[in-house]
Nanobody, 126 residues
Framework: QVQLVESGGGLVQAGGSLRLSCAAS????????MGWFRQAPGKEREFVGA????????YYVDSVKGRFSISRDNAKNTVYLQMNSLKPEDTAVYYC???????????????????WGQGTQVTVSS
């Protein structure tokens, strides 16, 4: 099995930055594409961005393009979400997710991910 644990959330003022981390443990060789999702109160969980196993491919939802950046360190079994120029509408619980299927690309849909972390709260004040 694989366990994912997010960290790095917190309270930040608009315009500020945070870096989230997602540490994987267990059968980490089973993890290929990784993604970040977020869920605001009363809303569906939405895709934020994803990264391929090699980190050669990334993809972001339009609302975060140019502000958020995903990276990964496979030697440390950790994925990062660097969030800059944060806005109040970025407030949500952020989840990382992992895909167990052997594929070199990225995954964009919730159902394509097998492993999920417990989430970390990000609150952006105006």
């Amino acid at each position: 099995q694989v366990q994912l644990v997010e960290s790095g959330g917190g309270l930040v003022q608009a315009g500020g930055s945070l870096r989230l981390s997602c540490a994987a443990s267990g059968r980490t060789f089973n993890i290929y594409a990784m993604g970040w999702f977020r869920q605001a109160p009363g809303k569906e969980r939405e895709f934020v961005g994803a990264i391929s196993r090699s980190a050669g491919m990334t993809y972001y939802v339009d609302s975060v393009k140019g502000r958020f950046s995903i990276s990964r360190d496979n030697a440390k079994n950790t994925v990062y979400l660097q969030m800059n120029s944060l806005k109040p509408e970025d407030t949500a619980v952020y989840y990382c997710a992992g895909d167990s299927r052997n594929w070199a690309g990225i995954r964009l849909k919730r159902y394509e991910y097998d492993y999920w972390g417990q989430g970390t709260q990000v609150t952006v004040s105006s």
